[in-house]
C-alpha cells in the first residue's frame, strides 16, 4: 500500500497490510500479464557508441530539444560475458539475442563467462548459434528490416541478423542476410555481396547480387532509386562499404540516402504487412566518429540518428500498437564537456564557449581529411573546412610537423571547443535507455533484458525459439538413424551431408535450403556452422522423415 508509512498503527497490522498488499498486487500483476496483448510493430534503433556525452553536445549544437528526450526511459547496462567494456559483436548480440557474449562473436553463445553474476555456458554449447529477435518475428509471420550507415554486414545489424564466429567474416554473414528473407535491407556493403579480390568480397565465386533478384526484390543503388521503389522486397546497396557521413553527404555524395529517409521508406514498406513488423536501425557512425575523437562527426551522426528517430515516433504516434526502443550499444571515447583549459573557468563558461568552435566545421574530420591533397598544398584550407580558421602560430607549427594529421586536427579543435576525450576506444558507462510505446520499458536493464522484451512485445518466447531454430544437427539426425558427413570439396561452401536408406539431403551452409535428389526445400531458419559443428533447424530433421 502506497501511503503506509504514513499512517500511525501497529506492526502486527503492518505486517499483515503488506503481505495482502503484496498479494493483491501480484494477482493485479497476472491481470495485466494475461491482458497485455502482442505489440504489432517493435522498431529498435541503435547509435552505436554514443556516450551521453555525445547526446548533449550534439543538443547543445542544435539549439533545441532531440526527438529522444521525449522517449527518455531509463539506462542500459552494456558489459560483455567476459569484460566491463563491451564491443560492438557482442552488444549486438545480447540485444538481439538475449545473451551476453565474447569480442568479435555474431549471433553465438560465448566460450568465456567471467563477468560478475553470469551463469557459466556448458562447454559443449561455446559458440552455438542464438536465435535473434528479427528471426522470431519472421516465424510469427511478421516482416522485417535492417538499416544501417556502414556495411549491413557490420557488427551491429549483423547481430540481428547473423550467426558467425568472428565480426569480420562478412560474406559468411552477406549470404545469411540473403536467406533470412528480410523483406526491407538498406545500407552499404555491396563488396560483401559480390566475388572480388577487395577485402570483403566473396572468395567462394557466388554473386549475391544475382541470389537477390531472383528472390523478387527491387534492388535500389541511389536515393532517387529508393523513394521511387513500390516494391514489398527492397535491398539497397549505396555503397560498396560505408555510406558517407551526414554531414559530408552533400558534397562528396549526395546520391546516398540519408539514415532517416532509409527508416521512413522502410516503415512505408512493412507496414504494409497487416501482421506487423520489425525494423532494426543503425545510426552507425557515431562510433567511429568518437574513436577519432572528432565532434563534429559525432554531431553529424548523433543529429542524422536523432532525424530517424523523428521519423519513427511520427509512425507512431498516430497509432497504439507500435512499440520504439533506442538505445546505444556502448559508450566510447569518454567525451566530456570540458576539460583541463576549463578546470577554474567552468562555472562562468558559456555554452558558446563549446559550441561556436564546431559551428565553423563544413566537414567531419573524415570529410575534411578526403579533400586533403598528396602534396599537402591544401593543408589550411583543409583545417578550414574542418572549423579550424585563423590559425595561431603553434597552430601552424602542430601542424606542419604532424606525423598524424587527423590526431592533431581532432586535437586542435576540441582545445578550441574546451572538450575532454579521456580515450579512443570504447567506454564501459551505462547508456540512456529511449522507448515510447504501449508496455514501454522505464527502469535500468541488462543489455539482454531488451531482447526479451522485444520478444514478448511479438508473441514469443526466445528460448522456445532457440530449441526450434538450432539443434545439434549430427545428434538429431543420428537420433531418427540417419548418418552425417561434412562435404568440404568446396572449403568456402562446406554442406551437410545426410543419408538414410536410399534418401540423400544436402544443407550447404549459411542457407536455408535443403537439397534431395533435384528437388529443395526451403528450411524455417540457417544452417549454420560454428565450433565445428552443424546447427540446423528443427524443421530439417522433421522435412527429411516426411520425404523419405
Known sequence: MKNIGQKIISFALIGSLTAGSFAFAAREEAKQEKKQKPIKNVIMMVMDGASAGATTLARWYK???????????????????????????????????????????IGVLPSVVNSPGLQPIPKEQALKPAANVLEGAELVGKSTGIIATAAIQHATPAGFSAHVPHRNLFPDIAEQQVYQNIEVVLGGGKDALLPGNKTNNRKDNENMLEVIKKKGYDIVETREELLRSKSNKIWGVFADDALAQDMNRPYIRPNEPTLAEMTKKAIDTLSKDKDGFFLFVEGSQVDWAAHANDPVGIISEVLAFDKAVKEALSFAKKRNDTLVIAVTDHGNSGITIGNRNTDQSYPETPVSAYIDPLKKAKMTLDGAMSQLKADKSNLEEVARLYGLDSLTAEEKKRLSESTNLRKTFSELLAARANLGFTTGGHTGEDVFLYAYGPNRPIGTFENTDLAHIMAKAMGFDLKDLNKRLFVNAEKEFEAIGATVTIDQTDAQNPALIVKKGNTTAKLPVNKNIMTVGNKTYELEGLVVYSADQFWVPKHAIKLFQQIR
Request: no cysteine.
Open 63 to 105: 539549439g533545441e530539444p532531440l526527438a529522444l528526450d521525449e522517449m527518455a526511459s531509463g539506462a542500459v547496462r552494456t558489459y560483455s560475458a567476459e569484460s566491463a567494456i563491451t564491443d560492438s559483436a557482442p552488444a549486438a548480440t545480447a540485444m538481439a539475442t538475449g545473451f551476453k557474449s565474447n569480442d568479435k562473436y
